[in-house]
């Protein structure tokens, strides 16, 4: 079955033929990091207005790529929520189109869904049951993926996600959006141990839950006592924080994985893209015993091969949406997999 998806959560408008929830054969974003990138973040009307001038085009050229036409499809995909209204709806109202105009099935999905699928896109996919650590700027969980869509959220983060630490975090110290990338890149010439940041919630009892607002503040109140440093201090401040957020992910994603006797690990989202992240968590594997499964950079990302793979899945198991299918911007996972 080939699987047109559509993605419009964010700032990324994507369009996706996937065949049979395993290859894709066209994955086309259009990303609209610069226009963003002098607010420092997100604006989301802004958002919204590019999604509408790019969905047509990127359908296209999605179905271009992939060598076939809306008659060669078998079913529709497209993310439900959650996400920011107006940019949701865009994706959602395209779907419901095609949808409808070629009689094509139409599947909502979850975005964090769309996350865990990515995976299995790759040649060698984690078996069924693994450990997911889904780590983004809207998400930071633990999930127990016990088989397509029999997700079990193990733990999530009580306030911000570790993504948007990331970002707020470069924002504060006026590197740019998105930050995690410029972070990362300058953290590879820094120290770690320069700067002692506090690590939240990590005794035992407090179970597989993060927060990450603490260190936010807490590189706030030393840029507020010791100004933003420069050169190599920078680079020492960027490697401190960054390994902070690494330390506590691993540390709870290993917890995990010996607590469930989970030998295979999954991890996806934006921030699975960091460097510190997969070399930490690939060192923690080989000394606890678990193997570690990451989709390629591209493909952590908002993107929506990821969304029609998850599609492929959910109508294998009899999931369909109907024409009044309706953009949710705080769906939970539960309603998406029930």
Do not use: W
């Not at 929506?304 to 492929?312: C, D, E, P, V």
């Amino acid at each position: 079955m080939l699987v047109l998806g559509l993605e419009s959560s964010c700032d990324e408008t994507a369009a996706a033929v996937v065949e049979d929830g395993t290859r894709a054969l066209s994955d086309v974003v259009a990303s609209q990091v610069d226009m963003h990138a002098r607010f420092g973040g997100v604006v989301p009307e802004l958002a919204s207005r590019a999604h509408v001038a790019n969905i047509i085009p990127v359908v296209e050229e999605a179905l271009d790529r992939a060598g076939v036409g809306l008659d060669d499809l078998g079913a529709v995909a497209v993310t439900q929520g959650p996400g920011l209204i107006g940019a949701l709806l865009v994706s959602v109202q395209v779907g419901k189109g095609i949808a409808y105009g070629r009689g094509l099935p139409l599947v909502g999905v979850h975005h964090l869904e769309g996350h865990l699928s990515a995976v299995y896109l790759e040649p060698d996919p984690p078996p069924l049951p693994h450990l997911a650590l889904v780590v983004s700027g809207g998400h930071t969980s633990l999930i127990r993926v016990d088989d397509h869509g029999r997700l079990v959220e193990l733990g999530a983060t009580r306030d911000d996600a570790a993504g948007e630490a990331f970002d707020k975090v470069a924002k504060l110290l006026g590197l740019g959006y998105p930050g995690g990338v410029m972070i990362d890149r300058l953290a590879k010439s820094g120290d770690p141990t320069a700067v002692g940041f506090p690590r939240a919630m990590t005794k035992k009892e407090t179970g597989y839950e993060f927060s990450f607002s603490g260190l936010k503040t807490a590189v706030l109140v030393h840029v507020q006592q010791h100004g933003i440093p420069e050169g190599q201090g920078l680079a020492d401040l960027c490697a401190s924080f960054q390994d902070t957020v690494v330390e506590v992910l691993v540390r709870k994603t290993r917890q995990a994985a010996r607590d469930h006797g989970l030998a295979h690990v999954q991890m996806c989202g934006g921030v699975a893209a960091n460097s510190r992240l997969r070399s930490q968590m690939s060192a923690a594997g080989a000394e606890d015993g678990f193997r570690v499964h990451v989709p390629p950079p591209r493909r952590c990302t908002d993107n929506a091969a990821m969304i029609a793979a998850a599609g492929f899945y959910r109508l294998r198991r009899g999931a369909h949406s109907n024409l009044s299918l309706a953009a949710d911007s705080a769906l939970p996972l539960p309603a998406a997999i029930g």
